[in-house]
């Protein structure tokens, strides 16, 4: 079946189902994306697009309007939560962008949405349209929504995230896991903490039981800050779920007086429950496949949630147009080429928890201690997580 000829049906409008609709039509395949909301849901925080994510948002030719919303922060820095001192040090900016061929920003959520949204087409879209159930042959498969319509088309993506439909019905119900960590999130003007001298960086500080992100966004207009904290107690697991200003204060009582005055400057803090799920053993039954958070959520310590997502789209399409006779072939592909990686970055994720939030006295210490005598000098390589993980180039791997 020609590439012309051949359609393709995607389950959910979030940062992965965007991409997998702009990387499909790039390579001359049709797709519709059906989301159930009425709107794209332009809500969330900060996020971080590493360079293996904006090499591809690059190739979809979206690198400009990226780059106008971003920003690009010099470096990562680890500090100390209660005396700031500096644990650990990697660069980014020029230094990241010339090893590994693109940029490293720091973005908006809904900003990078705006972004994607402006390469769609109209007509490839569907809002308020919520997917009942999917039912599949040797010919096709065909979604059933929630108003009794139906649509057919060759493959399936299910990209509704961590709570897919599409997996449901593919491996049955299951809930995912609750990681023990909520999640506070602020956004605050960049006048607010202007007197702070906050550097340009992607900041994490480190702390018993508890970590803190913080970076700029919306082109240095706006500081971002994400707080993980070890919780019995699960809160809603929602973009909106509110907080109070006054309980995130309390969760980072006693941290340094910079982590405590961008708090108290925050006009509406956000809290998180954090979940995630085991490794499947595939992703794929017959002409469905999964794709972003609906195969693979992952813990928030390496930032690689939304660029895991936009790989796995673009390594999907890659797929799907070499393969233009055999759709079945090509999602099993995909699942070979991505399974391994996505699986490798969720432990990653979970193991770097255990590194920024250890309670131990004498683990901390001893954490301290090895970061700060391995902190990357200027003629350094980067270490062999990071060359691995941004270094990864889809369409070479495509190629492969």
């Known amino acids: 079946m020609a590439n012309k000829n051949k359609k393709v049906l995607i389950a959910g409008g979030g940062i992965g189902g965007i991409t997998a609709l702009l990387a499909l039509r ?5 797709a519709e994306l059906f ?3 009425t709107a794209f849901g332009q809500v969330g925080a900060g996020l971080q697009v590493s360079g293996n994510a904006t090499r591809i948002l690059r190739a979809l030719g979206l690198g400009d309007a990226l780059a106008r919303v971003a920003y690009y922060p010099e470096g990562r820095d680890y500090r100390a939560w209660d005396n700031g001192g500096r644990l650990y040090y990697t660069p980014l900016g020029e230094r990241a962008e010339a090893r590994f061929g693109a940029p490293y920003y720091t973005a908006h959520r ?9 390469g769609l087409e109209t007509g490839s879209f569907h809002l ?7 039912d599949q042959d040797d010919d096709g498969v065909t979604i059933t929504l929630a108003d009794g319509s139906t649509a057919t088309g060759d493959v399936l993506i299910g990209a509704d995230g961590i709570h897919s439909m599409v997996r449901g019905q593919m491996f049955g119900a299951e809930l995912p896991r609750y990681t023990g960590n909520v999640a506070w999130r602020g956004l605050v003007p960049a006048e607010r903490v202007a007197h702070l001298d906050v550097a340009k960086v ?3 500080w480190m702390g018993p039981n508890r970590s803190i992100v913080q970076y700029y966004v919306a082109a240095g207009k706006t500081f971002n800050w994400i707080g ?10 929602s973009w909106l779920a509110e907080g109070r200003i006054e309980d995130a204060l309390a969760e980072y009582a006693g941290w340094h007086d910079t982590i405590r005055t961008i708090i108290a400057a925050t006009p509406r803090v956000l809290r998180q429950a954090l979940y995630d799920r085991e490794p499947l053993p595939d992703w794929r039954i017959g002409r469905v496949v999964l794709l972003g ?10 930032a690689q949630g939304a660029a895991q997502s936009i790989e796995d789209a673009y390594v999907l399409a890659g797929c799907l147009a070499a393969s233009s006779d055999d759709p079945v072939a090509a999602l099993e592909r995909y699942v070979k080429l991505r399974q391994p990686r996505t699986a490798w970055m969720q432990g990653l994720a979970r193991r770097e928890e255990q590194l920024y939030q250890t309670s131990d006295a004498s683990e901390i210490a001893a954490r301290n201690a090895r970061m700060r005598a391995n902190r990357i000098p200027e003629s350094a390589t980067f270490p062999p997580e990071q060359e691995r993980l941004y270094g990864y180039d889809a369409e070479a791997i495509l190629r492969e």
Do not use: C, K, N, T
């Not at 809904?110 to 949204?117: N, Q, R």
């Not at 993980?228 to 697991?237: F, G, L, V």
């Not at 958070?293 to 390496?302: E, I, T």
């Open 26 to 30: 790039q390579r001359g395949i049709a």
């Open 35 to 37: 989301e159930q909301a």
């Open 110 to 118: 809904a900003d990078l949405l705006d972004v994607l949204l402006g």
């Open 128 to 134: 308020g349209s919520r997917i009942e159930r999917f």
């Open 202 to 204: 992607a900041g994490v």
């Open 228 to 237: 993980i904290s070890r919780s019995e107690q699960p809160a809603r697991e």
């Open 293 to 302: 958070d609906a195969a693979h959520p992952m813990m928030p310590f390496y």
